[in-house]
């Protein structure tokens, strides 16, 4: 299977301390593939993610290579870039409460962002009937009063959805989904990444997965990536690694396997009382 | 949302009475003898003990404390504030125009300062970190620490004696507005731009913004949604700080010789009319709990969390 995006000697820098995040990592994604990155809090997953995205807040700078298709995007112009982000990489987030704009109902995020990327091809309906089709294949029902709605309103798992259902409109050729389960409770968790294994299986596009939960990680994906303090310490198949982890780190991971931290897991806990307020 | 704003207005009702009676309280327990006061500005040449009695019956001031109090807040609720001490006129027909220009002054300096803070605000919070963050941070840093009174005598010395560009003092046209305006303007915007940043700041590190960034959405969108959210901050401070530039003109209309309340209060504190200082002291308190449940209830109304669940 040939490589859909490759990152060579990724390098992140924050320029205000010289302090070193990401260093020299380099890895592929596959054709229709999901890749999980696990590891601690801190370990550069985030990071990761959004140098590929080309987002990193102002103060961090970037080096090396990300090949998508064989395209070099850290040399495109940021228009271009734009063009990609959302219709060819796609992000969802953790929070789904924080991700819309509070003073906005939710379709306005959705139509300023279809109305985009496909205002010259597509007809204007045809579009909102693919947002109504997509929101309804997530299990969201009523479609047009969720659009009314303001993120308040929303629970975090219903947020989480329409991100989702927004990335099965956009057809993007990459997901990034960077920890999109950890805000959620128990069952709000078990129906979101129901929907991402269904959203791999209908659209056949790569992902990259960003996970706390080994759980999670075994049910969805082909290969991980196990990082710590900005570098990669292992990979391979999700299988080999549950099975036979050879870096100590990974051996840690696995035998407590449910928490990558005590730490984290109390504060995740903390903010998923927050989230539900 | 009805009923937020009943509420509102209401819990402002309570505040402005314990207000008004501080002011009343205050002001009475000023040593000065009013009826002596009085006697003295009318330039009576010798004051007897009679003529305290009498003047003290003429004013009421013989009555007991709790219904001198009564009385003049119903009069004041009809706008009557009673007579001045010194010129026996009605202290609505001197503070009245008073407030009216006042009033004019601090619109015209309010607007001048809420577009700068806004521009300058917004500008600096796109521009963080760079030249221009810090130059226009640094500048103004200069300029709120000079004191306006000082600011004012430069200006007028260059600007109306020197060059002879604009009047020096009154309120004759347009031009007189100038030289104020922008004394007051340089003192207030330097502070109120820097919360117009923080609060854009704050919003650009959101994760609606990383969102929108990461579905392809242009700058220009993202930037309106950022400003919408971070304008609901400054609306609330600029609420507040319209009755403080309302009350602070006091050192400005003295210097630009500006025939505003400023002025007026001034001169009654010099002469101890009280009626005036009263009327003063309560419009001004009526002002600031106007704007902050105006502003408020605007606040409210901007923001679809609390709107709603009200
Ligand atoms: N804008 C920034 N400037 C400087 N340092 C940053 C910035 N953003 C993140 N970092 C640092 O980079 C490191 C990696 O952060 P990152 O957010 O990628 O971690 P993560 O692996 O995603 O953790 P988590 O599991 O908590 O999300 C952290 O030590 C963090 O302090
Ligand atoms: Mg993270």
Redesign the pocket.
Known sequence: MENILEVRNLRVW?L??D?V?IANNSFDLRRSSCLAIV??????????CRSIMRL??S??RQSGEILFKGENLTTLSEKKMRRKRGRKLCMIL?NGMSAFDPSCVIGVHLKETLAEHFDCDWKKNEIEEKMKLAMESVMLKNPIEIMNKYPHQLSGGMLQRIMIALAIVLEPDIIIA??PTTALDTVSQFEVVEQFIQLRKKMGCSMIF?S?DLGVVRKIADEVLV?KD?EIVERGPTEAIFLKPEHKYTKYLVSTRLALSEN?KKLMRGETIVAES | MGRYIINRVFISIPLLLIISLLTFVLINLSPLDPAEVVLQAQGVPKITDELIAQTKEELGMDQPFILRYFDWLVASLQLDFGDSYVTGKPVWSLIGPAFLNTFKLTFVSSVVIIVMSILLGVICALKEGKIVDKSVRGVSFFLTAMPSYWLASIMIWYVSVKFDLLPTSGMDSYKSYILPVIVITISYAGIYFRNVRTSMISNLNEDYVLYGRACGLPEKKITVHILRNSLQVAISIFGMAIPIILGSTVVIENIFAWPGLGSLSVKAILSRDFPIIQAYVLILAAVFVLFNTVSDIVNAAMNPKIRNDL
């Open positions: 924050d205000n301390s302090k995040l590891g601690e809090s801190g370990s550069g997953k985030s990071i990761t990193n807040g103060s961090l953790q960077d920890e960003i706390h990082m900005g984290f």
